[in-house]
C-alpha cells in the first residue's frame, strides 16, 4: 500500500460518518503497518494521528506527567531540566491522577524557558535587572501537572517538552 492508495480526502459536501471515518482510520494503520514510520509517515497512538515529511519534521505525540525534579542548568541561565514520569487521570476531580503503570518518563525542557539567559529580558517579558529583594524566576514545582510533547528527530533521538509559565517569587528588601 501507498499513500497514493488511501482513500481520497472529502470533498466539502461530504460528511463524516463512523464509517467512513473508520475507513481511514483502518487505512491508515494499513500504511502505518507497511512500514511508513521513520520517513514519510504517519503515526497512531491512542486517539492522535501524526503525519510527518521527509524533509525530517518531528513526530509529536502528548501524554500527561507530572515534575518529580528539577535541576538548573549551568551558568546561572535561567533554565532548569525536568524529570518527569506519566500519569493518567483515573477519576474525576482534583487528585485523580496516578502513575500510569509501565508509563513513560524522562528528562523534558520547558518551552517557556527557551531563550532564557542569566540576566536580563527573559521570555516570560520580565527583566531581572527589575526584580528587587529576593524575586527571582523560579521552576515549574515538583508535584505540577505538564502535558508532555515527545519529539522524536529525524536521527531516532526523543525530546521531551512542555510548555508553563515560569512565575517569580521572592520577598521585597
Not at 524522562?106 to 539567559?117: S, V
Not at 515549574?140 to 501537572?145: I, R
Request: glycine share 12%; charged share 20%; net charge negative.
Amino acid at each position: 500500500m501507498t499513500f497514493r492508495d488511501l482513500p481520497s480526502p472529502l470533498l466539502p459536501d461530504d460528511s463524516i460518518r463512523s464509517s467512513k471515518l473508520r475507513e481511514l482510520i483502518n487505512a491508515i494503520r494499513a500504511a502505518v503497518e507497511a512500514g511508513y514510520i521513520g520517513g514519510p509517515g504517519i503515526d497512531i497512538v491512542g486517539n492522535t494521528i501524526t503525519a510527518w515529511d521527509v524533509a525530517g519534521a518531528t513526530q509529536r505525540v502528548e501524554w500527561d506527567a507530572l515534575v518529580e525534579s528539577h535541576v538548573p542548568e549551568a551558568g546561572g541561565v535561567i533554565q532548569w531540566t525536568y524529570q518527569v514520569r506519566e500519569v493518567s487521570l483515573t477519576t474525576a476531580g482534583y487528585g485523580g491522577w496516578t502513575w500510569t503503570v509501565d508509563g513513560r518518563s524522562g528528562t523534558a525542557y520547558n518551552r517557556w524557558e527557551e531563550g532564557n539567559t542569566a540576566s536580563g529580558l527573559q521570555m516570560s517579558g520580565v527583566d531581572t535587572g527589575n526584580l528587587i529583594g529576593t524575586f527571582a524566576h523560579q521552576p515549574v514545582p515538583v508535584g505540577a501537572l505538564v502535558r508532555i510533547e515527545e519529539y522524536v528527530l529525524p536521527s531516532g533521538d526523543v525530546c521531551l517538552w512542555f510548555f508553563r509559565p515560569t512565575l517569580i517569587d521572592g520577598a521585597c528588601p
